[in-house]
């Protein structure tokens, strides 16, 4: 079955270090890949996203992506975090065939120390 | 602002009885909702995929007559959970997508069942 794979539970960095969070899925075909970011207390938000092209994605906020299609991965990057950034980091994958719906990682909750 | 709205936000009820969860499109049209489960410290599940007009296609393990669907127009979809126990407790979210547009995710639904 398609699976999503975040390796890192929850990750504590202090302010100004580099971020990244590692994705891996399970499937052959086309994917879409997407980050969510979903800050304490509120809905899921879409940071960047992945469909075609260029493989290094930028988002919002300084975040970007890179799919690596050998490695099935699509690790989100930060050069240097804030104390804003705390929260859950969510990446998912639309596959070709499956009408539009996503399969979520299981998230990283992401702590930064001022 | 959001674009997605959820209601209610939280609702805590008696085991036995069903509570309905609304998820209205506030500025596109919805040809498509999702239907989400979060636990604690895990992902989002998917529970089942709802077109405007037609009968909600649910994954597997989730019980359609337990989690009833309904989307009726395009800008509105709700959940009802049936007869609700303890285990039914649970973060719900919702996601609408439709007109070009990505999925846009409500605020959740914090239900728990005494």
């Known amino acids: 079955a398609q699976s999503v794979s975040q390796h890192n539970h929850h990750v504590i960095l202090s302010e100004a270090a580099s971020l990244e969070l590692g994705c891996n899925y399970s499937?052959?075909?086309?994917?879409?890949l997407f980050w969510y970011v979903q800050y304490p207390g509120q809905h899921l938000q879409l940071l960047l996203k992945?469909?075609?092209?260029?493989?290094l994605v930028k988002g919002i906020k300084g975040f970007e992506a890179e799919f690596i299609k050998s490695k099935f991965s699509f690790n989100l990057r930060k050069p240097s975090v804030q104390w804003s950034d705390t929260a859950e980091y969510f990446c998912a994958v639309k596959l070709d065939n499956q009408g539009g719906k996503l399969i979520f990682g299981q998230g990283t909750e992401l702590s930064v120390k001022p | 602002g959001a674009v997605v709205s959820q209601h209610p936000s939280w609702v805590i009820c008696k085991s036995g009885t069903s509570v309905k969860i609304e998820c209205r499109s506030l500025?596109?049209?919805?040809?498509?909702m999702f239907w989400y489960r979060q636990f604690p410290k895990q992902s989002l599940m998917l529970m089942a995929t709802?077109?405007?007009?037609?009968?909600?296609?649910?994954e597997q393990g989730v019980e359609k007559d337990k989690f009833l669907i309904n989307h009726a127009s395009l800008t509105l979809s709700t959940l009802t959970v049936t007869s609700a126990h303890p285990e039914d407790s649970s973060f719900y979210i919702c996601?609408?997508?439709?007109?070009?547009?990505?999925?846009?995710f409500g605020d959740g639904t914090r239900l728990s069942i005494l």
């Open positions: 992945y469909f075609s092209g260029d493989p």
């Open positions: 709802s077109n405007e007009g037609s009968k909600a296609t649910y």
């Open positions: 996601s609408a997508a439709g007109g070009g547009q990505p999925q846009h």
């Open positions: 500025d596109f049209q919805a040809t498509t």
């Open positions: 499937y052959g075909g086309t994917v879409n």
